[in-house]
């Protein structure tokens, strides 16, 4: 998405929230619906929940990592007023995205620690990427292995349980069937998936993202929210991210299957498709999904 200024942002708003409130609100829904907090990087942490909650979210998945709303190395100042300033003001904060992949990390201890139950009770947490790199894929799962399993291990230390994130590309978890070796060994209570449809498909095609998220439900403890489509570009074909809903996700599919199997994490929507208008999207998107997940949960 296209970064916005703080002048952007209060030209716009005013409009968008007048629209957000307009929309009639759908039934409770048992997920809860969040917006990655990079989304909205013009704005402090302190001012994240009240335009949030304006905007007609519930929840704010916050971004505890470089360039995110509270830095790790900060996080002993800033990590505990930031959710404490979102909750403050109705919304809840039920995950936090960080870019840990080591209990070594040298800020680990105090991220998990003041989000974890003893300080703010955030359920979850998305651990950061690793990369396959050129040698054997085999050998690199067995590293990437112990360096999860000892943040895992961190993590239940203070009661926050980590979502690994399928992503596309060159990170391990690409597919989900290596996210599935990783873990299963270890306590499902502690890490789970972080269960994204739009890198799925992109990865699994027709039928490969479905036998994927039959896999992962089970284990899955929150979803990133986002949608794409292929294009041929300079004779490349590459993924253009969308406006959910428009791209080649089954979105009311995923949402079916979640709804049948009485998930009740947190839903994560991302922007991540550079509109013109940063604030109109976030609206109409929010819109899209709550319509989507208010049918799929009231079934």
Request: glycine residues 10%; hydrophobic residues 45%.
């Amino acid at each position: 998405m296209r970064d916005l200024t703080r002048r952007d942002f209060v030209r716009t708003a005013g409009a968008a929230m007048l629209q957000a409130r307009e929309t009639a609100p759908a039934p409770r829904a048992r997920p809860i619906i969040c917006l990655f907090s990079k989304h909205l990087a013009m704005l402090e942490y302190t001012e994240l929940g009240g335009i949030l909650a304006q905007l007609g979210f519930e929840g704010c998945d916050l971004t505890v990592r470089k360039g995110g709303h509270v830095l790790p190395e900060k996080a002993p100042v800033d990590l505990v007023r930031a959710i404490e300033c979102i909750r403050g003001e109705g919304v809840e904060v039920p995950m936090i995205t960080t870019d840990l992949v080591s209990a070594a990390d040298p800020w680990a201890r105090n991220v998990l620690g003041l989000a974890g139950r003893q300080y703010m009770k955030v359920p979850f947490f998305k651990p950061g990427y690793y990369l396959y790199g050129p040698g054997p894929v085999k050998d690199r799962l067995a590293v990437v292995e112990r360096e999860l399993a000892g943040l895992v291990a961190l993590g239940r230390a203070y009661g926050i349980a980590a979502g690994f994130h399928n992503h596309a590309g060159e990170y391990v978890g690409e597919a989900v069937w290596d996210i599935h070796e990783l873990i299963r060994d270890m306590d499902p209570r502690w890490i789970g998936y972080y269960f994204d449809p739009c890198h799925a498909t992109a990865e699994g095609g027709e039928g490969g993202w479905d036998v994927a998220l039959r896999l992962a439900l089970p284990r899955i403890k929150m979803v990133a929210m986002k949608d794409f489509y292929w294009e041929k570009a300079g004779g490349k074909w590459r993924r253009r991210m969308c406006p959910i809903g428009e791209g080649m996700v089954d979105w009311p599919k995923v949402f079916a299957t979640l709804a049948q199997a009485n998930f009740s994490g947190p839903l994560s929507l991302h922007i991540e498709y550079n509109p013109p208008d940063g604030l109109a999207a976030i609206t109409r998107d929010l819109a899209w999904v709550k319509k989507q997940v208010a049918a799929a949960w009231s079934t």
